[in-house]
């Protein structure tokens, strides 16, 4: 398994941006796929984003296609989610998750690590 770290989270207005970071530990980090998921309260966690280990391949949720994008460096073991024109519906706890699977997987049982977190609030 892998350590995840996110950070970028934070408070803004609706229409704004952010930029999620999470970092990975270890020598092995083009060897997974990674994906961002969320949380809002008293609810499950949804799928948002994934990445393909290389960078080549990415997948969205619909909810968020066109405005959110997921991007890597695999040189700096890092995976990014830029989020812009935030809506207050996008308000939850974001998590990156690792798999070594080679398919993009929507479902949070198909991720082997996880992150702690980060809480993105959107004000209306």
């Known amino acids: 398994q892998v350590q995840l770290v996110e950070s970028g989270g934070g408070l803004v207005q609706a229409g704004g941006s952010l930029r999620l970071s999470c970092v990975a530990s270890g020598r092995t980090f083009g060897s997974y796929s990674m994906a961002w998921f969320r949380q809002a309260p008293e609810s499950e966690r949804e799928f948002v984003a994934a990445i393909s280990k290389s960078g080549g391949y990415r997948y969205y949720a619909d909810s968020v296609k066109g405005r959110f994008t997921i991007s890597r460096d695999n040189a700096k073991n890092t995976v990014f989610l830029q989020m812009n024109s935030l809506k207050p519906e996008d308000t939850a706890v974001y998590y990156c998750?690792?798999?070594?699977?080679?398919?993009?997987?929507?479902?949070?049982?198909?991720?082997?690590?996880w992150g702690q977190g980060t809480q993105v609030t959107v004000s209306s």
């Open positions: 998750a690792a798999s070594r699977e080679i398919a993009l997987r929507v479902g949070p049982e198909q991720y082997d690590s």
